[in-house]
């Protein structure tokens, strides 16, 4: 598996990429102890790469509304819907860690109607799942269904922000061959210890 290409495409030299974009990738590196493959597969077009990485932290790194865990969850559901391994396996490392449970990603990957989650965030997935795979569809008896389990009008914006852009990001992720990391297979996997 280590001998595997991350991409259809080539990866740049890190030294060869415009500064702002280098140290974006370091920052993540320094903190993350890897660089995810798609920040060296989105590197070969720096452009992309800013606006890339400009609308995911707009939708993803918002603390107000939902959850750190139900913006992850959003997105391990319609990646799985869109069959995108990187995508699943990367995010699903996240939901892990966020969620604070080593089971949560394999649920909502398998099926995420049967998965241990509340009501709210089942409403939630199903209106997600209907953005990214048939949002001709989408009308006000679904806006109406997510303001009856309790979304607000940010909510319900962020829910299909996300699937569309991940759906974009899903496609581009299959369309290019993009692999996951190692590193993302085994993180969040053992359930934090009980206190007390």
């Known amino acids: 598996m280590a ?38 597969m989105l590197a070969c077009r720096p452009a992309e790469f800013r606006a890339f990485m400009a609308y995911h932290d707009a939708l993803m790194d918002k603390r107000e509304g939902l959850t750190a865990a139900e913006r992850e ?28 449970d080593p089971t949560i990603t394999d649920q909502v990957v398998a099926n995420w109607r049967k998965a241990d989650i509340g009501a709210r965030q ?14 001709n569809k989408v009308d006000a008896t679904d806006h109406a269904a997510l303001a009856a389990a309790g979304f607000t009008q940010d909510e319900i914006w962020d829910i299909g922000a996300i699937a569309a852009f991940f759906s974009m990001s899903n496609r581009l992720a299959n369309s290019t061959g993009l692999r996951a990391n190692r590193e993302f297979y085994d993180m969040g996997r053992t359930a934090p210890a009980k206190k007390g």
């Open 3 to 40: 001998d595997l290409p991350i991409c259809a495409f080539p990866i740049p030299e890190l030294d060869s990429l415009p500064e702002d974009v280098r140290a974006r990738i370091l920052a993540v590196q320094e903190k993350a102890g890897f660089v995810p493959n798609v920040f060296l």
């Open 122 to 135: 089942k409403t939630m997935l199903g209106y997600a799942m209907k953005v990214a795979l048939e949002a």
């Open 73 to 100: 969850m959003i997105v391990v559901a319609i990646s799985s819907a869109n069959q995108c391994q990187y995508c699943v396996v990367a995010h699903g490392a996240i939901l892990r860690v966020r969620a604070k």
